[in-house]
Every structure is written in C-alpha cells, then in structure tokens.
Nanobody, 116 residues
Framework: QVQLVESGGGLVQAGGSLRLSCVAS????????MGWYRQVPGNQRELVAT???????NYADSVKGRFTISRDNAKNTMYLHMNSLETEDTAVYYC??????????WGQGTQVTVSS
C-alpha cells in the first residue's frame, strides 16, 4: 500500500513552465516504475512519462524535449518539469506507481491549464 499526492498544478500561459510533484507515503526506492499520466474529460488517460528505479526514462512523443521526469528517492518524490507548455497540455495529471503486476496506485490528480 502506498498513497500518492500530486501538487504543483495551476494556470499558466502558453510557453510557460510548471513543476509537478508526487509525494509517496513510503519509500519509493524499491518501486520498479513510476510515471505521469494525463487525462482530458471524455478522453482516455494517456502516458506522459515514466521512470524506473534505475533511472531509465520514457516520454510520449508529444512531450519529448519539453518535459523532464525525475525522482528523488530520499524525499519519496517524483517530479515532472514541464517547459514550453502548449494549450494541448491542458489536462489533469496523475501520478502512478507500479508496485507489482498486481498493485498499481494512482494519485488524485492535479489540474494543469495552459492558456493561449
């Protein structure tokens, strides 16, 4: 069992930057994979970026070069640095942790709104 709490969302203008944080209720050192996903009402939740315990990262093509995912095990926190934000990035962003093939945990989400 792990609780995930996202923060850092808000309203920004296109071209701006924002940093999202996901704080876990326990150590994330042994969590094999964590990631950020986003969802627009009426759409499927989509992958934004993932990071493994070894630091390997993967990004959706739409955010590659603009977003950076990272994790700080000492702080039990995962981050998503978002630069050059576009209106298409507007969505609710969710933190996800895969403990095993049977246990996946989600945060409550944080709203990111990018205005033109």
């Amino acid at each position: 069992q792990v609780q995930l709490v996202e923060s850092g969302g808000g309203l920004v203008q296109a071209g701006g930057s924002l940093r999202l944080s996901c704080v876990a209720s326990r150590s994330i050192f042994s969590i094999a994979a964590m990631g950020w996903y986003r969802q627009v009402p009426g759409n499927q939740r989509e992958l934004v970026a993932t990071i493994t315990s070894r630091g390997a990262t993967n990004y959706a093509d739409s955010v590659k070069g603009r977003f950076t995912i990272s994790r700080d095990n000492a702080k039990n926190t995962m981050y998503l640095h978002m630069n050059s934000l576009e209106t298409e990035d507007t969505a609710v962003y969710y933190c996800r942790a895969d403990i095993s093939s049977y246990f996946t945990y989600w945060g409550q989400g944080t709203q990111v709104t990018v205005s033109s």
